[in-house]
């Protein structure tokens, strides 16, 4: 009788802990369910007022030209086109850098140099500089020496080849350089061409 007690305690026990995590699951999938309705409502919105008339449409097509200027470098360099470049890290210009730079300038030409908005931006833009030459950069440099280090043990003990770490991960000051300065020039002249055109 003992036993058959503590059996069924502990399925009663273990149902609840069940039913416990089936309401908080269903609360958590109601919650999913009103920000997506919400996040969709908004982009139908956004999508309907017309791209040229929003901020972030010129950032991101500053961010897209960038990326195809990089491709474009890369096919130049390696004399091969790899469209992998598109979405990879590293390399001339630096898209980090260069959408922050693109942020700047926008609130720049928009708010003025005196304003609250520019320095914070301006704060961020020069930390984005900072993490692509020096954090970044010595992430790759380091990834680099491990793979040399790991090609030479597993020659040695007889492994198989590993996929090698990513070495292409920061960027130099030249490439910081030109993503501040190509992300700046792409945001004025788009600034211009987009809203003072009209």
């Given at each position: 009788?003992?036993?058959?007690?503590?059996?069924?305690?502990?399925?009663?026990?273990?149902?609840?802990?069940?039913?416990?995590?089936?309401?908080?699951?269903?609360?958590?999938?109601?919650k999913c369910y009103v920000m997506i309705t919400y996040l969709v409502s908004n982009i139908k919105d956004y999508f309907?007022?017309?791209?040229?008339?929003?901020?972030?449409?010129?950032?991101?097509?500053?961010?897209?030209?960038?990326?195809?200027?990089?491709?474009?470098?890369?096919?130049?360099?390696?004399?091969?086109?790899?469209?992998?470049?598109?979405?990879?890290?590293?390399?001339?210009?630096?898209?980090?850098?260069?959408?922050?730079?693109?942020?700047?300038?926008?609130?720049?030409?928009?708010?003025?140099?005196?304003?609250?908005?520019?320095?914070?931006?301006?704060?961020?833009?020069?930390?984005?500089?900072?993490?692509?030459?020096?954090?970044?950069?010595?992430?790759?440099?380091?990834?680099?020496?491990?793979?040399?280090?790991?090609?030479?043990?597993?020659?040695?003990?007889?492994?198989?080849?590993?996929?090698?770490?990513?070495?292409?991960?920061?960027?130099?000051?030249?490439?910081?350089?030109?993503?501040?300065?190509?992300?700046?020039?792409?945001?004025?002249?788009?600034?211009?061409?987009?809203?003072?055109?009209?």
């Amino acid at each position: 009788m003992k036993n058959f007690l503590k059996r069924v305690f502990l399925i009663v026990y273990f149902f609840s802990i069940f039913l416990r995590i089936l309401i908080a699951f269903w609360k958590s999938i109601s919650k999913c369910y009103v920000m997506i309705t919400y996040l969709v409502s908004n982009i139908k919105d956004y999508f309907s007022q017309g791209l040229s008339l929003s901020p972030l449409f010129i950032v991101l097509l500053v961010g897209f030209s960038l990326q195809f200027l990089k491709v474009i470098i890369d096919a130049i360099k390696s004399k091969a086109f790899h469209p992998y470049s598109f979405v990879s890290s590293g390399g001339f210009p630096s898209f980090h850098t260069g959408l922050s730079s693109s942020v700047t300038m926008y609130v720049l030409l928009v708010y003025g140099v005196d304003s609250i908005m520019f320095m914070i931006v301006f704060c961020f833009a020069l930390l984005f500089a900072y993490d692509a030459m020096n954090l970044r950069y010595e992430a790759g440099q380091h990834a680099h020496y491990i793979n040399d280090l790991r090609s030479e043990l597993q020659d040695v003990l007889h492994q198989a080849k590993k996929r090698p770490l990513k070495e292409r991960i920061g960027h130099t000051p030249l490439e910081v350089f030109g993503g501040v300065v190509l992300g700046s020039l792409f945001t004025y002249i788009f600034y211009y061409l987009l809203y003072l055109a009209k």
